[in-house]
């Protein structure tokens, strides 16, 4: 079983930056990939960034220049950094992993409120 915790959530104003992370813990010998969706009130859940075992990035066009996804392999950690937040970033944001080629496993979620 793989269990994924995020933390770093919280409540910053219109152009201000937040870094969450997510720590993988349990069966976790060789995650493929780990990444971010979130989910804002009324709508689906859609990605936000996704990085691979190699270090490759993925990101939606809505947080391309804005956002930055890294990677600790070492201590089975993701990060964001968001940068320049803005209104429209509000949202929970979960964590997930593709781990031996299975899942994704999912975190519980992190609020991010941003004010305008």
């Known amino acids: 079983q793989v269990q994924l915790v995020e933390s770093g959530g919280g409540l910053v104003q219109s152009g201000e930056s937040l870094r969450v992370s997510c720590a993988a813990s349990?069966?976790?010998?060789?995650?493929?990939?780990m990444g971010w969706h979130r989910q804002a009130p009324g709508k689906q859940r859609e990605l936000v960034a996704t990085?691979?075992?190699?270090?490759?990035?993925n990101y939606a066009d809505s947080v391309k220049g804005r956002f930055t996804i890294s990677r600790d392999n070492a201590k089975n950690t993701v990060y964001l950094q968001m940068n320049s937040l803005k209104p429209d970033d509000t949202a929970v944001y979960y964590c997930?992993?593709?781990?031996?080629?299975?899942?994704?496993?999912w975190g519980q979620g992190t609020q991010v409120t941003v004010s305008s």
């Open positions: 997930y992993a593709v781990v031996n080629y299975r899942g994704p496993y």
């Open positions: 349990g069966s976790s010998s060789r995650i493929n990939a």
């Open positions: 990085i691979t075992n190699d270090g490759s990035t």
